[in-house]
């Protein structure tokens, strides 16, 4: 069965700094997904980013990118240039052929001014 | 776009009570799901459906049924309501695609049970 970590419950970090949540994950599969999403105090659930596990370049999309380590199955989320809109809860997720969705428990994320 | 979009939004229900949300999906995806979030958790699988006539067990099914009605929906149903189901639900939908499957997830229904 698939894992996933999130051992961060909470981080802060200051506007327009950088801040990197952790994420490990257990698969037996070879091929599989990962996913951050993004809930903000609304509590809709935002895609923020997502690799494909074949592909050894880490997505980026605008200030987030993902550091992928998958000998470590660590997929950590970094947020440059943080705003005040970047508060939120951050989930990651895995995915695989056969398997539903997982989801960590979350890391809380504040961003001071 | 109006993606995956479930109703009621907010709902109060005394215990024994019985309601159903309603959830539709307009991305022709395959597969659907419910969860609920807890205070301080993240989200746990009550049912899933992952394509049109079958549903299966999730991690927290008990006190759940769910209806595929056709592609498009997929409905739970509370037959008599607890406090413990006092959570906010989300359906979400996916598709496998070339490139992967990825989850897309409705605004949530708040649901209080007193």
């Known amino acids: 069965a698939q894992t996933v970590t999130q051992s961060q419950p909470e981080m802060s970090v200051q506007e327009a700094e950088t801040v990197t949540l952790s994420c490990t994950y257990d698969?037996?599969?070879?091929?599989?997904?990962l996913f951050w999403y993004k809930q903000p105090p609304s509590r809709q659930m935002i895609l923020v980013i997502r690799?494909?596990?074949?592909?050894?370049q880490n997505a980026t999309e605008n200030r987030f990118s993902v550091n992928f380590q998958k000998a470590a199955k660590s997929f950590s989320l970094k947020i440059s240039d943080s705003q005040l809109g970047d508060a939120a809860m951050y989930f990651c997720?895995?995915?695989?052929?056969?398997?539903?969705?997982?989801f960590g428990p979350g890391t809380r994320l504040s961003v001071l001014p | 776009n109006a993606g995956v979009t479930q109703t009621p939004k907010f709902q109060v229900l005394k215990t024994g009570q019985s309601m159903t949300l309603q959830c539709a999906q307009d991305m022709n995806h395959n597969s659907m799901y419910w969860y609920r979030q807890d205070p301080g958790m993240g989200l746990r699988l009550i049912y899933y459906?992952?394509?049109?006539?079958?549903?299966d067990k999730g991690e927290v099914p008990n006190g759940y049924n769910v209806s595929r009605l056709n592609k498009r929906e997929f409905s739970l149903r509370l037959e008599s309501a607890a406090p413990s189901q006092t959570s906010v639900y989300f359906c979400?939908?996916?598709?496998?695609?070339?490139?992967?499957?990825?989850?897309?997830f409705g605004e949530g229904s708040w649901l209080t049970v007193v």
């Open positions: 698969t037996s599969e070879s091929d599989y997904y």
């Open positions: 690799q494909e596990a074949y592909k050894q």
């Open positions: 997720a895995s995915e695989s052929y056969g398997q539903n969705f997982v």
């Open positions: 459906s992952a394509s049109e006539g079958t549903t």
């Open positions: 979400a939908s996916s598709t496998r695609t070339g490139t992967g499957n990825t989850i897309y």
